[in-house]
């Protein structure tokens, strides 16, 4: 039974973090709603299911990158109060590594979408 309890509680604080993560990150909330519009353009465009898994896989690797940029900038925020140039660099790279993501996706994105549209 504590196994369990264990479990369910690894759920809750997950699912806190992504709450957490869309209430105050601006990006974050970009990234979901582009999602949304990429679903329903899925839906529209009657997809097949190879590009059906190809945009989950997308979704939950941008997701997922922004969750750990946002944990990185949190934790060099608590670690490094004051203006540091490490700091600094270990937060823009977190960035660059969510952009690299987002514009391979949108690359990706569009190589399913531009012929559907055409």
């Given at each position: 039974?504590?196994?369990?309890?264990?479990?369910?509680?690894?759920?809750?604080?997950?699912?806190r973090?992504i709450?957490s993560?869309?209430k105050?990150?601006?990006?974050f909330r970009?990234?979901?709603?582009?999602?949304?519009?990429?679903?329903?353009?899925?839906?529209?465009?009657?997809?097949?299911m190879f590009?059906?898994?190809?945009?989950i896989?997308?979704?939950?690797?941008?997701?997922?990158?922004?969750l750990v940029?946002?944990?990185?900038?949190?934790?060099?925020?608590?670690?490094m109060?004051e203006k540091?140039?490490?700091?600094?660099i270990?937060?823009?790279?977190?960035?660059?590594?969510?952009?690299?993501?987002?514009?391979?996706s949108?690359?990706?994105?569009?190589?399913?979408?531009?012929?559907?549209?055409?």
């Open positions: 039974m504590k196994k369990q309890k264990k479990l369910i509680n690894s759920f809750y604080y997950a699912g973090g709450i993560g869309i105050q990150e601006r990006n970009i990234h979901i709603s582009i999602m949304i519009l990429v679903i329903l353009a899925g839906i529209y465009f009657h997809i097949s590009e059906w898994m190809i945009c896989i997308l979704f939950g690797l941008v997701i997922s990158l922004e940029n946002t944990a990185i900038e949190t934790t060099v925020d608590i670690a109060p540091n140039e490490k700091a600094k270990a937060k823009d790279v977190s960035a660059g590594a969510v952009l690299v993501v987002a514009i391979a949108a690359i990706i994105g569009l190589l399913i979408f531009i012929p559907k549209i055409i």
